[in-house]
């Protein structure tokens, strides 16, 4: 298993113009703490949603290539998005699920995948064209590579140590955070 | 004197028109009837990204995502759908996505089904709570202006909108089994 910020940190390494939608708690300050960008659309809300953000914004900016990056629990909320999104068959769509197998912000409970429940089996099933999952830093620049040159939808399950890390806080402003992402990606 | 299908076929085209006019370029939905035409215009554009979803609250995130990407997005629903989405509705209004929500209602005039009801009877209470101007519809030639006012306000103010057709307008669910 993984440390999260390192893993976090090398997957974002070199980003170029990468669209990053991290999940709420602590994916949003996992990808903070890698550095604060304009492309960033932070969370600290709208659990269960992030991977459809990333779908809307997929669609609309084919150009580009899109990581989501929400945790296990944020995941487990929005599973059926995983079946929308396989429909839609986005290929400059990449997930990478950060689980540590635990609900970290109201207190380390086991979640779902603490009992086997594998999302690389359900997004196989629901026809992402490819899935694996990780579990060695060796393997964080593979990752990067599949976010930047994948054919998506691909999802990736990176199995991180379930350790409390310090917050570190980004901006939390919603009207902010979008209006910054919005003026940065439309300005390149 | 018009015929019902006359009145069935054109109430969803002119929101259909509403929606290229205002360059909505993703829709969002769950399958309904009283949507079905709509749907299929969405589907039929070669303009507009139709999202089938498993459930409404995706909707909301693909409307967010796709502001951020420059695009507007629109959802339509049953009014059921409108409780699946209250949380999610948190994202529209603390980063001010613009967005249009065109609710088909069940569990009011004429309902045969008791279990629709509950859900039906809080539809636009919700919505208002959530933070959207909610606007309904009773008859088919009000689509028009309100569709069009309602798409205006929503990308151009960034609003939260609701149109709520009624089913006076849409017409009762038949039970055809």
């Known amino acids: 298993m993984m440390d999260r910020r390192d ?49 809307g914004l997929a669609l609309a900016r084919p150009d580009r290539r899109v990581v989501v990056i929400p945790g296990d629990g944020d995941l487990l909320m929005g599973l059926g998005s995983l079946a929308t999104i396989g429909v839609k068959q986005p290929n400059n769509l990449v997930i990478v699920v950060l689980d540590n197998a635990r609900y970290g912000e109201t207190g380390m409970q086991p979640s779902h995948t603490d009992a086997g429940i594998d999302f690389v089996a359900v997004a196989l099933a629901c026809r992402f064209k490819h899935a694996r999952t990780v579990s060695r830093i060796e393997e964080a620049a593979d990752v990067r590579d599949l976010v930047h040159k994948g054919d998506g939808p691909i999802l990736v399950n990176a199995k991180i140590d379930p350790e409390d890390v310090p917050r570190v806080l980004p901006l939390r402003d919603g009207h902010a955070i979008k209006q910054r992402f919005i003026a940065a990606l439309h300005s390149a | 004197m018009h015929s019902p299908t006359t009145i069935e076929t054109s109430w969803p085209d002119a929101i259909h028109a509403h929606f290229r006019r205002a360059g909505v370029r993703q829709v969002g939905y769950v399958p309904d009837a009283g949507h079905s035409r709509l749907i299929t215009l969405c589907k039929d554009d070669p303009d507009i990204a139709d999202v089938v979803l498993t459930t409404e609250e995706e909707g909301v995130g693909l409307v967010a995502g796709a502001a951020l990407g420059g695009q507007r997005a629109a959802l339509l629903m049953q009014s059921s ?11 529209l209004r603390n980063c ?49 202006e309100i569709v069009g006012a309602g798409c205006d306000m929503a990308f151009d103010g960034d609003l939260q909108v609701a149109i709520l057709l009624s089913q006076r307008l849409i017409g009762r669910k038949q039970w055809t089994r």
């Open chain 1, 7 to 55: 893993f976090v940190r090398q997957l974002l390494t070199g980003r170029g113009d990468l669209l990053v939608v991290p999940g709420l708690g602590s994916a949003t300050y996992d990808v903070a703490a890698a550095g604060d960008h304009p492309l960033n659309f932070y969370l600290w809300g709208a659990m269960g949603g992030t991977t459809m953000i990333g779908l």
């Open chain 2, 81 to 91: 759908g409108v409780g699946n989405c209250i949380n999610m509705f948190s994202l």
């Open chain 2, 96 to 144: 001010g996505f613009g967005c249009v929500v065109l609710v088909t209602m069940r569990g009011e005039f004429g309902e045969f089904n008791p279990w629709q009801v509950p859900m039906g009877a809080i539809t636009e209470d919700v919505l208002r709570l959530s933070g959207f101007l909610t606007y309904r519809i009773e008859s088919a030639d009000a689509v028009d």
